[in-house]
């Protein structure tokens, strides 16, 4: 079965229940796909999917995660080849609470087109799988929901947070018809970006943004597993990761700038980043320092932060929070141990805000890498594009 992009077929499973103002100078972004309100299949029936590298730390965390999700039906799941035949519970360490029966009886498959047939498919595959293993599924009329970095920065691959830039999947018809795909990829950012980019947003449409420094403090979840060696982090502070600084840098200009119907125009603002691997096991901390185009005082900034919901297109969707972004005014928050589960994971803590002596604002961010800067970040994507009518 090779599905189109607007037929999936459902299985039969029961239903559980832009840009800125401040300093004009981004381009107008182009008409945003429309919603369709709670656009689920038919009652009692859920789209099939397929996770690729599930075996791993954010395979492991979208199975947590679909399981009994209203919408989609989790009928087939893949990994390495050393894996292909054998049931998934045989060959999955599994690392967060029980192993559902229903998945651990699921034959691990291939991650080829021509074993797996589920016509929407979230990839968890290392880069150095990815890069040749997606573009192959979209080829072949599947839709791609990717956490990789390989293609996020491409000219034609919307980068997405669908309460920061919905918009950006008007790029798919771009993409199919530069590539000849009847598939589509659909990336979401790096897991320290994704955090740095929600608590941003709302003031880049507010006040325009000029620069960002950003220095994070990551949690050793977001190396997979087994990550790093406990004797490299225990007591420590690893002040290197691997490519996360380049990623920070070049993704929020992406996740920020505009679909202008024909190519992403980056937002324009610099950034600079450090990152830093700390001994902690869900959520990175991000903190930012910004320069803005018209200059605001914290309470400003803070009020706005405070009536900012996202972009209407997310609000509703079977993952979406609350709200996406809450303003703690204690002065020792956001702390992972206490923020990092907000919103099921999927709300972005920000705290500490506060005046720059050298740019304008400085401010905390917090989110839960493997939930919302991976696994259901791209969840929520998905859901996104179902509302939109891409399946």
């Not at 100078?25 to 008409?31: D, F, G, I, S």
């Not at 589509?184 to 000029?210: D, K, M, Q, R, S």
């Not at 420094?213 to 990551?218: D, E, I």
């Not at 997310?314 to 589960?341: C, H, K, M, W």
């Amino acid at each position: 079965m090779t599905a189109s992009r607007r037929t999936a077929p459902l299985t039969d499973s029961p239903m559980p229940t832009t840009q800125p103002k401040g300093n004009g100078r981004a381009r107008a972004a182009a008409p945003r796909p429309q919603p369709r309100r709670h656009a689920s299949p038919d009652p009692g029936r859920r789209w099939p999917v397929a996770v690729l590298g599930a075996t791993g730390a954010v395979g492991q965390a979208f199975l947590r995660l679909l399981v009994r999700h209203p919408w989609f039906d989790v009928v087939e799941v893949a990994a390495s080849e050393r894996s292909a035949g054998r049931p998934y519970g045989d060959v999955a360490r599994w690392l967060e609470g029980d192993l559902p029966d229903r998945i651990a009886a699921l034959p691990v498959l291939s991650c080829d087109v021509s074993a797996v047939r589920a016509p929407l498919v979230f990839s968890a595959l290392d880069a150095a799988a990815a890069g040749a293993i997606e573009p192959a599924f979209a080829r072949a009329g599947r839709l791609v929901l990717s956490n990789a970095k390989n293609f996020r920065m491409e000219p034609d691959v919307p980068l997405v947070i669908p309460e920061v830039n919905a918009s950006h999947l008007g790029a798919l018809g771009t993409q199919r018809s530069r590539r000849a795909w009847s598939g589509a990829i659909v990336t979401n950012a790096n897991c320290a970006a994704t955090g740095a980019a929600v608590a941003l947003a709302p003031l880049h449409a507010a006040f325009g943004i000029e620069q960002v420094f950003v220095t994070t403090l990551q949690a050793v979840s977001g190396a997979g597993y087994p990550g790093v060696p406990s004797l490299d982090i225990l007591g420590n502070v690893v002040p290197y990761i691997a490519d996360e600084e380049e990623k920070i840098e070049r993704e929020l200009p992406k996740l920020l700038g505009a679909w202008t119907g024909s190519a992403f125009e980056p937002a324009p603002f610099a950034v600079s980043a450090q990152t830093n691997r700390v001994p902690v096991e869900h959520g990175h901390l991000t903190c930012l320092s910004v320069k803005l185009g018209t200059r605001a005082t914290p309470d400003a900034a803070i009020e706005v932060l405070r009536a900012w919901e996202g972009d209407p297109a997310s609000r509703g969707l079977p993952s979406a929070p609350e709200r996406p972004l809450v303003v703690t005014g204690a002065d020792t928050r956001p702390q992972p141990r206490r923020d990092a589960n907000a919103g099921h994971g999927m709300t972005v803590t920000v705290g500490r805000v506060r005046r720059d002596p050298i740019l304008d604002l400085r401010l905390v961010a917090l989110a839960h890498n493997v939930i919302r800067g991976a696994a259901g970040g791209s969840i929520l994507n998905a859901e996104l594009l179902a509302a939109c009518g891409e399946l």
